[in-house]
């Protein structure tokens, strides 16, 4: 279903606002008349069993094609405007607010006068704009519905879907206090994997720093998807504690403690060296817990008695 527009005497202009496509059209078409004969084939033939046993099958067959007829109808209709409902679904937040904005003037406006009106217009509009809190929080509403609407363009633009060109279901999204999480419903076509290769392009799509998918649930649907889009870092960011106030410093006592020199350097000199028999003998002793019994010291040699002809 698209919208065009057509030049004064040059023919049709390249412009065309899309609503559904042309695809998404044929396909429901064609699913809805397979929806319509299957229907009406099961129930006429349920309608068909029951009666025969309350009338003649003649006049059984006769009350079982209207009832099979008005079955198939419904689900064929159901089915043709699946794709309408699913727009207005995406559209629903939109189209409550703009309703109840309309008729909520309108009530008001003829149920008190002018200057009453304005009066309590004003707090309404203008308590969400002085007061942060309340202002964030309108503002991550906003960013909500903008984030489904981005989302829904990431899948029509440039993620691949099945090939009778139905989206993925939108289901809901609320604020986090590093953007919004969206929950996501998939069609045959897409998988996670798949999503998370394009997280780059989505994240850019949906004007946020990084977008994050996954499973939505551990109930093993791996249909059913969670993305989290982060907008800003809330490790990094400044938050004020109010311990330090509480502390009493002036009454608290310190410890005192003597400064000591730390050395600065080693002086090899002054270090005693030892013969290698004492540190074999040291080795020993701290291995086996005592002193072994025939660790003697080396005689020392002397040199007057050396005879070099032995």
Known sequence: MSKSTRG???GRRPG???VIEQK??????????MAFIITALI????????ASDRMHPILAGLLALPIAFVAGLFIWTLVRIWPVLRMLWWWTPEIGAAMALVYGWIALANATSTLVTFAVLVPLVGIPAVVPVIRRRVIALVWCFIVRHRLRVCFSQFIIANKSGSLPLILWARPTPVGERVWVYLRPGLSLKKLQDRLDEIAVTCHADSALVELASNSGKAAYLRFDIKRREVLTAKVSS??????DIDGMPFAYTPPTDVPAALDLPDVPAESPV?????????TNGKKPANAKPAPAADTNDFDPWD
């Open 8 to 10: 004064f005497g040059f």
């Open 16 to 18: 065309t606002v899309t």
């Open 24 to 33: 998404v059209l044929r396909s429901s078409a064609r699913n809805a008349r």
């Open 43 to 50: 129930v006429g033939i349920l309608a068909l069993t029951v």
């Open 242 to 247: 109010p311990l330090p106030d509480v502390i």
């Open 278 to 286: 004492a540190t074999a003998a040291k080795s020993a002793t701290s």
